[in-house]
C-alpha cells in the first residue's frame, strides 16, 4: 500500500512536469520522513 506521503511525492513530481519554472523547486521529501498518514492527508484536504 502506498503512503499518503508517496502519493503527494508524486503529485508534486507531475506538477513540476507541467511547469517547468518549478522543476527543483517543490518539496518531494514527504515520503521520507516519519510522519502520520492521517495528519498529512488532513492536511493535503487542507482541513488539518
Known amino acids: 500500500m502506498r503512503s499518503v506521503g508517496w502519493l503527494i511525492d ?5 506538477v513540476e512536469r507541467e511547469n517547468a519554472r518549478l522543476k527543483n523547486v517543490l518539496n ?4 521520507r520522513v516519519q510522519l502520520d498518514s492521517r495528519k498529512l492527508a488532513g492536511f493535503a484536504r487542507n482541513d488539518g
Do not use: I, P, S, V
Open 10 to 14: 508524486n503529485a508534486m513530481e507531475a
Open 28 to 31: 518531494k521529501d514527504f515520503a
